[in-house]
């Protein structure tokens, strides 16, 4: 008959003999309480990277970081519209700038913050393109076409940057209400889930570099250009233009009934020789030629007035050493410097310095040690252009009782308004013809025409 043995105790310790035991002692006491479990309503803790796997099956690993910085882009774009919008909206309806420390803050994170964003689109395929490339480009494109705004419209130009920062909120809702499916605030306000599922690549980096230096800056270029173009055409009423081929000068006659011209020749200080050649032989025998060039008989400038090194740095030729007319009678037409402001003085003699030292250290700190008075644009304004424009006017009308040729080789700037003037005066245009100022060359053309 087979003896039974007795079921073994599944809780003792195998290292301790039983005979060992304390009868007392339990098993809880011996090998220690049960680990406690989690509670199942608390989420799992988030790893900063989700790995899943994209169309193709690889892995592609989705970053809590990048979302946030995602998020936190979004975020500035559409408070830096919606600051802007409010700073605006004070400034045309009731005249104050309330918000400005605070937009200028806001502004300078917002441009940090999508200037960051934009390059890592270059280098991380995972973000959206249709949605960030409308944030990140918006404040560039928004300033490019203020320079347009502010050739035509400079005078609504408040309005006109309300206008741009109301485009900016509705902008930014849009993105929002695609990231989220709608116009919630939660944070963040990039879903991780928004990322796209795809893997580096050096041909999707290359592409992004081979748009921006092929497409996009070249059109960025380009708009400058037309830019700069129209602004001259427009401020100087067609008397000077923009080509690509250089810059170009409209020479007027104006005729009146009793018989009497005028001639206006909108000069530049630097320019070309063959230019200078042109306009000096073009002058009638006959004429009279009011000079531009302001006198200093009380020796009140520090350096004299001369362009010789930006011309010579420029590759051109100074008005006062190839401007010689050999027709024609030259009789001064301009102001002393007595008649400026001492604020305008002092401003000539620091541009003159420059002109003529160069920059270096002296002329450095002279420029940073000066301040201009308060007004002083409108002071400029008034003794370079008004004041001399007058005094041209009354030696006009003087001359024009002794001279039926009245020939004026001035600068571009003076030309709108002597031209409004003497039309007030009965005369009208009866030709006009352009001359190139200034071609551009390019690089070695100028080395080759000199030999």
Same mark, same amino acid.
């Given at each position: ?51 899943? @796997? ?55 994170? @917002? ?31 928004? +300033? ?15 309005? +006109? ?6 485009? $900016? ?41 081979? =748009? ?15 830019? =700069? ?73 520090? *350096? ?22 050999? $027709? ?31 920059? *270096? =250290? ?34 006009? $009308? ?54």
């Amino acid at each position: 008959m087979a003896l039974l043995r007795p079921k073994p105790d599944m809780n003792a310790d195998p290292d301790i003999p039983s005979d060992d035991r304390d009868p007392q002692v339990s098993s809880e006491q011996v090998i220690g309480p049960p680990p406690k479990l989690k509670d199942p309503s608390s989420p799992p803790p988030l790893p900063p990277f989700e790995t899943t @796997t994209d169309r193709s099956g690889h892995p592609v690993k989705r970053s809590r970081a990048l979302a946030i910085a995602l998020s936190l882009c979004l975020g500035l774009f559409l408070a830096d519209g919606i600051i802007s919008a409010l700073d605006d909206s004070l400034i045309v309806f009731f005249g104050r700038h309330t918000l400005a420390v605070l937009r200028g803050l806001v502004s300078f994170l @917002t441009v940090l913050v999508t200037m960051l964003i934009y390059g890592l689109m270059g280098m991380i395929p995972a973000i959206p393109k249709r949605v960030f490339l409308p944030v990140t480009l918006f404040n560039p494109i928004g +300033v490019l076409l203020m320079l347009s705004f502010c050739i035509y419209l400079y005078d609504q130009m408040p309005r +006109v940057s309300l206008a741009i920062s109301l485009c $900016q909120v509705i902008v930014g809702l849009i993105a929002l209400y695609w990231c989220r499916g709608e116009l919630k605030f939660n944070w963040p306000l990039f879903p991780e889930t928004r990322l796209k599922l795809r893997r580096f690549s050096w041909g999707y980096v290359a592409g992004f570099l081979l =748009a921006n230096l092929f497409v996009l800056l070249p059109l960025v270029l380009v708009y400058l250009f037309f830019c =700069a173009s129209l602004a001259v055409g427009h401020f100087s009423e067609g008397f000077m233009a923009l080509r690509p081929g250089g810059l170009s000068v409209q020479v007027r006659k104006y005729f009146r009934d009793d018989g009497k011209t005028i001639q206006l020749f909108p000069m530049s200080h630097v320019g070309d020789a063959e230019f200078y050649r042109r306009v000096s032989q073009s002058f009638p025998t006959n004429s009279t030629i009011l000079m531009e060039g302001v006198t200093d008989d009380k020796n009140l400038l520090t *350096n004299r007035i001369t362009y010789r090194r930006m011309a010579t740095s420029l590759g051109l030729k100074e008005q006062q050493e190839e401007f010689r007319p050999s $027709q024609g009678e030259m009789v001064p037409a301009d102001v002393d410097v007595e008649v400026f402001a001492a604020s305008t003085i002092d401003l000539l003699n620091v541009v003159m310095l420059v002109h003529s030292k160069g920059v *270096n =250290a002296e002329v450095i700190m002279k420029l940073l040690q000066y301040s201009p008075p308060p007004h002083f644009e409108e002071q400029l304004s008034n003794d370079l252009l008004r004041k001399r424009n007058r005094h041209l006017l009354s030696e006009i $009308q003087s001359w024009l009782s002794q001279s039926d040729n009245i020939v004026v080789p001035w600068g571009v700037a003076h030309m709108p308004e002597i031209a409004k003037e003497i039309e007030k005066s009965g005369f009208r245009v009866i030709e006009a013809r352009d001359y190139e100022a200034i071609r551009f060359r390019m690089f070695g053309e100028k080395h080759k025409r000199d030999q």
